[in-house]
């Protein structure tokens, strides 16, 4: 399935790409295969690929002199990527303590949505995730999926602070601080593992059309699996699929 795509300039050294305004898993499995299909024609223009949930953000190297040249070339490439190709992507299993000492918000979400702490946490650690995008920290996955019984609003009032690994639900979405963080979402646990790592390759191990599972440790658990992280030794557990 081809979509109809805009292209509009993006500054002087960009062009960004617009599929239906909707979050929909074929438009993002359409958005990785054009990435993927660009990468693969190794255009030598272009420094960086950026995708979001209806958009791919194109940056080049020098400024765009001529963009309906660059868009011609870009549309070639899309007509010849099509649906063609099945992509394989990871699942990653992440572990995920929801004690009340890291839950700070599931006391409130219990209230408003008239559910039971263990039910929160069950819904909320049940479904299999997809990754659309990566921001708006480094290695903030912005997931896909959440039940739709733990949709709840933002806080009106952010916090200052967001501890490193909080888990939170934010309107329809679901996500980790991958760092200490200003932020309005509602924090329901805390992962222990590194989302952003700068030193390592790619320093973020998630992508877009990759899947989250969320797997519930308690405390001791969480403290082992820290020590691990720390010492640099633990493995994310995780297995390749069939898209």
Same mark, same amino acid.
């Given at each position: 399935?081809?979509?109809?795509?805009?292209?509009?300039?993006?500054?002087?050294?960009?062009?960004?790409?617009?599929?239906?305004?909707?979050?929909? $898993?074929? %438009?993002? #499995?359409?958005?990785?295969?054009? &990435?993927?299909? !660009?990468? =693969?024609?190794?255009? /030598?223009? *272009?420094?960086?690929?950026?995708?979001?949930?209806?958009?791919?953000?194109?940056?080049?190297?020098?400024?765009?002199?001529?963009?309906?040249?660059?868009?011609?070339?870009?549309?070639?490439?899309?007509?010849?990527?099509?649906?063609?190709?099945?992509?394989?992507?990871?699942?990653?299993?992440?572990?995920?303590?929801?004690?009340?000492?890291?839950?700070?918000?599931? $006391?409130? %979400?219990? #209230?408003?949505?008239?559910?039971? &702490?263990?039910? !929160?946490? =069950?819904?909320?650690? /049940?479904? *299999?995730?997809?990754?659309?995008?990566?921001?708006?920290?480094?290695?903030?996955?912005?997931?896909?999926?959440?039940?739709?019984?733990?949709?709840?609003?933002?806080?009106?009032?952010?916090?200052?602070?967001?501890?490193?690994?909080?888990?939170?639900?934010?309107?329809?979405?679901?996500?980790?601080?991958?760092?200490?963080?200003?932020?309005?979402?509602?924090?329901?646990?805390?992962?222990?593992?590194?989302?952003?790592?700068?030193?390592?390759?790619?320093?973020?191990?998630?992508?877009?059309?990759?899947?989250?599972?969320?797997?519930?440790?308690?405390?001791?658990?969480?403290?082992?699996?820290?020590?691990?992280?720390?010492?640099?030794?633990?493995?994310?557990?995780?297995?390749?699929?069939?898209?």
């Amino acid at each position: 399935m081809a979509f109809n795509l805009i292209y509009k300039p993006f500054g002087e050294r960009a062009i960004l790409v617009e599929w239906p305004a909707v979050i929909d $898993e074929n %438009i993002l #499995k359409d958005i990785v295969n054009f &990435k993927n299909s !660009i990468e =693969k024609n190794n255009i /030598k223009s *272009i420094i960086e690929l950026k995708p979001a949930y209806n958009s791919l953000l194109i940056s080049y190297h020098t400024v765009c002199r001529n963009f309906e040249n660059e868009v011609n070339e870009l549309k070639n490439v899309y007509l010849a990527s099509g649906f063609k190709d099945k992509s394989k992507c990871v699942l990653w299993k992440i572990p995920v303590c929801y004690d009340i000492v890291y839950g700070i918000d599931l $006391e409130a %979400i219990s #209230k408003i949505k008239s559910l039971s &702490k263990e039910e !929160i946490i =069950k819904r909320h650690f /049940k479904p *299999i995730y997809t990754v659309y995008f990566i921001g708006f920290l480094p290695g903030f996955l912005y997931l896909g999926g959440l039940d739709e019984l733990l949709h709840v609003p933002r806080k009106s009032t952010p916090r200052l602070q967001i501890e490193k690994g909080a888990v939170a639900i934010g309107g329809n979405q679901t996500g980790v601080y991958p760092a200490e963080s200003p932020g309005g979402w509602n924090i329901i646990g805390n992962s222990p593992i590194e989302f952003f790592n700068p030193n390592m390759t790619p320093p973020c191990f998630a992508k877009a059309g990759d899947k989250i599972s969320f797997k519930p440790i308690t405390i001791q658990e969480f403290k082992t699996i820290k020590l691990l992280v720390e010492g640099g030794v633990y493995q994310i557990e995780s297995e390749v699929l069939d898209d």
